[in-house]
Nanobody, 124 residues
Framework: QVQLVESGGGLVQAGGSLRLSCAAS????????MAWFRQTPGKEREAVAA????????YYADSVKGRFTISRDNAKNTVYLQMNSLKPEDTAAYYC?????????????????WGQGTQVTVSS
């Protein structure tokens, strides 16, 4: 049984930074692509960033390029999302996801497992 547990969300002022973490368990973490998605009420879940198993390939949504960085530590079974220069429009619930493929896709339906989410609120 795969479990993904996010942490690190919170309230931050615009321009500030947060680092999200997602701890994975249940199967060999290093074999799988990991991603971060976000969702606000009434909107579809959107991809933020994804990283291949070797960290050799990444995907970023245009809205976060240059501000967010995804990374992973396979020894710790953890994926991170460093978020800098946060904007009020970054406010959302952020979800960690895992897929059984090497491609860092931005399509939510291609991911097999999901965490429960962590809330990020950016005040203006």
């Amino acid at each position: 049984q795969v479990q993904l547990v996010e942490s690190g969300g919170g309230l931050v002022q615009a321009g500030g930074s947060l680092r999200l973490s997602c701890a994975a368990s249940g199967r060999t973490f290093s074999w799988y692509t990991m991603a971060w998605f976000r969702q606000t009420p009434g909107k579809e879940r959107e991809a933020v960033a994804a990283i291949s198993w070797s960290a050799g390939r990444t995907y970023y949504a245009d809205s976060v390029k240059g501000r967010f960085t995804i990374s992973r530590d396979n020894a710790k079974n953890t994926v991170y999302l460093q978020m800098n220069s946060l904007k009020p429009e970054d406010t959302a619930a952020y979800y960690c996801a895992q897929r059984s493929d090497s491609n860092p896709s931005g399509r939510s339906y291609e991911y097999d497992y999901w965490g429960q989410g962590t809330q990020v609120t950016v005040s203006s």
